[in-house]
C-alpha cells in the first residue's frame, strides 16, 4: 500500500540532531518511499539554547531536499514542520512568525521533557488551543505523567489535542513497558498519528513501513489507513510549502 504519511521526521540535513549530510538524506526518503510513504512532514527541533537554527537555513535546506526527492521520487511530498520544544512564550513564537506553524492547518508539534508535569502539559495545550493552533503532542508514550494517568490523555484528547505516538514505540524497540502502553492507548482509540521519528538510516531509521505491517495484523487495513492515510491528510490539509 503507498500514500501513508509520517508526521515527524528529522530528515533535514544539518540543521539539528537527525540526517548529517544529503546522502544520508536521501537514504532516509529511500526507506520511506519504499515503504510506501508519500507524504512527509520534515519536522527539525526548535528548542531554546539548544536547537535554534535559523529560518532561512532550515528554508534552504529544505528546498535542497525537496530538489533531490522530485528527481529520484516521484509523487513524494515534503512539508516543513517543527518538532517544538514546549516553553512558556511558545504561542507569542507562533503567532510573530518567528517559528511558523504547520501551514495553513496551524498545526504544532509540541514535545515536552519526559518528566513534564500534568499542569505544565495541561496548561501549554490550552494556551496553544486558545490561540487558534492546534496541538500535536509528540511522542506521547514518553511523559511519565501519561503513562501514569491515561485518564489524562482523554482529558487533553478532549481539550483538542491530537496524540502521536513513534513507530518504534509500537513495535517494541523501546521496551515492554511502553508497547504496552501504546497498545492501551491504541485499544482505547487514543492514537491520531504515528511518525517515526527517524534521525538517520542506521541509527533510528524510519520504521512506517513495519509499524503499518504490525497494526494491519492487530487492527486491519481500515485502521493503518485511517491513522497512517485518513487522520494526517485531515489534520494536515491546510500544510503547504
Known sequence: MTGYWDVHCHLLPGVDDGADSMEESMHMLQ??????????IATPHYRKGMFETPVGMLEA????VCREARCRLPGLEIYLGYEFYANMDMTETLESGRRPAMGNARAVLAEFSGNVSEEFIRERTAALRAAGFTPVLAHVERYACLRENISLVRELVGMGAYIQVNAGSI?????RKCKKFCSRLRKEDLIHLIGSDAHGDQVRPPRIGACAAYLKKKCGSAYVEQIFCANPGEIFAGIAR
Open 31 to 40: 526507506m520511506e518511499y519504499t515503504d510506501g510513504v508519500r507524504h512527509i
Open 61 to 64: 535546506q529544505y528546498e535542497a
Open 171 to 175: 513495535l517494541g524497540e523501546h521496551g
